[in-house]
């Protein structure tokens, strides 16, 4: 990932928490096979933080699960000559986390260089988070590590998207959908057909791109434009929530470049 200063973030605290936020990961690996070299599977994530993970994950762990008959599985169970009860890849892997809102930016939003120079062309701000780190592959769920590892991430996946992301507390709210609600030899019908994904993070970097560059005028301008767009023409673009949480990133860079000057 590029990372100019003005757009990196090194909070490795903010980095996790927006993992946790935008839990849907793009898992991409390079592993010689049959397969084509490169895969990529989109894959929603649960994020164990250091202090969850213990000593085997200093730095904190994903785990997540994909379609046994995925090529992206295919390849690495075949790349791998042994075929132990859990499948650790050698190289490391990568997950890219994009945060819910990006947008283009029209050079009309700089409203001070553009009147003064002319010297201004398009963009696209966004968020994004990469972790990199070494994979664990848990294949055959018949296992009791697999078993155990499926058992406990589909329910803790299941926990924090029906929570954190829906909002299902309870109260004036609905309750949580639970796995237990399903039929059970339903859940191990299609258990038996995942494989579990652990990744123990060994790099994470952050980069939130919101013109932070660009003179105060500018950015200012970029802030007021998309919060401008909450009606009319953008309004499916930018409606309350996920609009709302990128033009209050935008209006951060303002105040955070504003104060360093």
Known sequence: MFLPNAHEEKDTAVLLQFIRENPLGLLITGVKSSQDFLQCTHVPCVLDFPEESGESAPNGRLRAHIAKQNPQVKGIVEALENKPNVLDLDDNVLVIFNGTHDHYVTPKYYTETKPDTGKVVPTWNYSAVQVYGKLSLYYDSKTPEAGAFLHKQIRDLS???????????????????????APEKYVELLQRNIVGIEIRIEKIQGKFKMSQEMRVGDREGVAEGFAAMGGGDGEGAFEAGQGARFVARCQKAVEDTTHGE
């Open 159 to 181: 926990q924090h998207t029906e929570e954190s992301i829906m909002g299902y507390m309870g109260g004036d709210k609905p309750k949580a959908w639970t796995v237990e609600e």
